[in-house]
């Protein structure tokens, strides 16, 4: 029987996989904890970050298999949009909901960004086929 030996994904690379899965369910804690009296138009200003942050998850879901730089770009570049808007809205809150909803995703989300940049994340999504 021969060896097959398979790549191991850095731990950097897999903890930003892990905050990213941890952060889209964090939402998923968040609209039920929220959704209570919000009407339709409030319900959607409360998904719209959301819904990129469960794309970022998504995406994280290749990491470890054939994800390459482009999964890891598209990751970083939504992920900016998220906290830049994060960061707008912590800093226009009108309740302590609001900011702990954006504060969640600036606590989880800058560390993803900043594993996503070190070398050797670097390079496991430049690695050859």
């Known amino acids: ?15 930003a996989q892990l905050l990213l899965f941890g952060l889209a369910f964090a939402g998923l804690v968040v609209m039920l904890a929220l959704e209570d009296g919000l009407t339709s138009y409030g319900m959607g200003e409360l998904m719209a970050p959301w819904i990129l ?20 770009m598209t990751t970083i570049v939504v992920m900016v949009f998220v906290l830049v808007g994060s960061f707008n809205q912590a800093f226009g809150a009108g309740s302590p909901a609001e900011f702990v909803d954006a504060a969640l995703r600036i606590v989880l989300g800058v560390p993803a960004v900043v594993l996503l940049f070190l070398p050797e994340a670097m390079g496991w999504f430049d690695r050859a086929k």
């Open 1 to 15: 029987m021969s060896e097959v030996d398979r790549a191991v994904m850095p731990r950097q690379a897999r903890a």
């Open 53 to 72: 942050v469960w794309v970022c998850a998504l995406l994280a879901l290749t990491y470890d298999g054939s994800a390459r730089g482009g999964v890891r």
